[in-house]
């Protein structure tokens, strides 16, 4: 069992940025994939970035490519989301979730542990 708590939202101007973190119980966080998700009001939760157990591997969205880094800190049970160049798009309430699979991180249905989210305002 993973529990996952999320900090670091809040409200920023555009062009200004954030960082999320996640952090995660429990002894076996390094066996762990690590994904975001973002879910704006009245639409489906969409996948952001995910990074494989060792940090070996980071994936991302189109949507976000070039503007958030996601890393982690196996020592630390942490995760993060480094979010540059913010958007009033990218305001979503954000997710992070925890996986042992390998494969199609990129699908919340890969995913079996979620935390509770933490609200990212961007205002134009």
């Known amino acids: 069992q993973v529990q996952l708590v999320e900090s670091g939202g809040g409200l920023v101007q555009a062009g200004g940025s954030l960082r999320l973190s996640c952090a995660a119980s429990?002894?076996?966080?390094?066996?762990?994939?690590m994904g975001w998700f973002r879910q704006a009001p009245g639409k489906e939760r969409l996948f952001v970035a995910a990074?494989?157990?060792?940090?070996?591997?980071?994936y991302y969205a189109d949507s976000v490519k070039g503007r958030f880094t996601i890393s982690r800190d196996n020592a630390k049970n942490t995760v993060y989301l480094q979010m540059n160049s913010l958007k009033p798009e990218d305001t979503a309430v954000y997710y992070c979730?925890?996986?042992?699979?390998?494969?199609?991180?990129?699908?919340?249905?890969?995913?079996?542990?979620w935390g509770q989210g933490t609200q990212v305002t961007v205002s134009s």
């Open positions: 429990g002894r076996t966080f390094s066996s762990y994939a």
């Open positions: 979730a925890a996986t042992l699979k390998t494969i199609i991180l990129r699908s919340r249905l890969a995913y079996d542990y």
């Open positions: 990074i494989s157990a060792s940090g070996g591997s980071t």
